[in-house]
């Protein structure tokens, strides 16, 4: 099949990327790293969380965070919601896009969001109700689509069944999400497969953990199916408090060179983008964690 001639790349960095942080990051370092990536192109940026400080304090700050952002025209500023609590909190915020989050496994179900998925998808009807009823767009991520810290192995049917229970809701668009980083590209194929039974093409996006290096591998067979949208965390920020030892996600840094040599268009400035990558791990006293980020860090110091 014919590759994309065009990625949308969602930076979720400010989010996942953060919320693993053991170390307080002030809002003013969440917004300055949310300014560098839309001065870096990216037009979708996931910004914080709507949940419980007490489960996640790091994105106890969302709605300073979204309020001190500077909004740029054209892009779209999405947050998590779990549930109408969060929802309603976010309201003022003024997200573009929400985001309703369910796991394609039981245990990680109740290890996340504390409520089997069955509950997990009554919760959401009425954030996606409310949603939709203001023109907000929803998009629901599929957590653990191939594999589960708790239940090992994830079958692809289990994702057919959530992508299917989100759509009955009405959720927009799907996520297959790889929370801890161990698909493989045939793997991922599946769960992908999966989720398209229910969904179209354009309202599916690949959202890979790299903690085994598998996830450009992952993107390239996800590409070759023509999924075209992903979410990525620049400098490779990221885990998931409930999903221990899981790294980041993919870096965006290292996205967007592959996607740059297959030449498909992302509309984000790669120079621009490793800046953003070196402000935030500055900020966190190390090394980006992306090698495209390093190298053209060492070739400019070189
Ligand atoms: P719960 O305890 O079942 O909720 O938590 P509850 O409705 O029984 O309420 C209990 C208390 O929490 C109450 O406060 C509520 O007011 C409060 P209390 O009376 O005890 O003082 N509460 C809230 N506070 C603020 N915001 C809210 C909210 N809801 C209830 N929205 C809940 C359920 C979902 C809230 C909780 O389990 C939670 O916050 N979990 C956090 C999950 C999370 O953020 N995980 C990380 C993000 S997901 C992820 O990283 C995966 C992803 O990247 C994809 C992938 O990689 O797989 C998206
Ligand atoms: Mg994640």
């Known amino acids: 099949m014919k590759l994309p001639s065009r990625v949308k790349i969602v930076d979720v960095g400010p989010r996942d990327g953060l919320q693993n942080e053991k170390g307080h990051v002030p809002a003013e370092v969440k917004i300055g790293l949310v300014h560098r990536l ?11 969380s709507f949940v419980s400080p007490k489960w996640v304090p790091q994105m106890a700050d969302a709605a300073e965070v979204m309020a001190g952002i500077q909004r740029k025209p054209g892009v779209r500023y999405s947050v998590l919601t779990p549930n109408m609590k969060g929802f309603e909190a976010a309201l003022s915020s003024r997200p573009d896009e929400v985001v309703v989050f369910g796991a394609a496994s039981e245990a990680f179900s109740q290890k996340n969001i504390n409520c089997s998925i069955a509950e997990s998808i009554e919760r959401f009807a009425p954030v996606v109700e409310a949603a939709r009823a203001k023109g907000i767009h929803v998009r629901g991520a599929i957590s653990t689509a191939v594999g589960c810290p708790y239940e090992g192995e994830i079958a692809p049917d289990r994702v057919e069944l959530v992508a299917k229970l989100m759509k009955q809701i009405g959720v927009h668009h799907v996520g297959v999400c790889d929370t801890i980083g161990v698909g493989t590209p045939r793997k991922v194929q599946a769960a992908m497969e999966a989720a398209l039974k229910h969904y179209d093409i354009d309202d599916i996006s690949g959202h890979f953990h790299d903690t085994y290096g598998q996830a450009l591998g ?11 949208q992903y979410d990525a965390s620049v400098a490779g920020l990221g885990g998931c408090p409930y999903a221990k030892g899981a790294t980041g996600n993919v870096a965006t840094e290292d996205v967007v060179f592959m996607l740059q040599g297959l030449g498909i268009e992302t509309g984000i400035d790669l120079d621009k983008l490793v800046d953003a990558g070196k402000y935030i791990s500055d ?9 495209a980020g390093t190298a053209i860090l060492n070739k400019r110091s070189g």
């Open 38 to 48: 839309q001065d870096a192109g990216l037009k979708d940026i996931e910004v914080t």
């Open 218 to 228: 992952n993107t390239l067979a996800s590409l070759e199916m023509g999924v075209w």
């Open 283 to 291: 900020f966190l006293q190390r090394k980006p964690n992306s090698r």
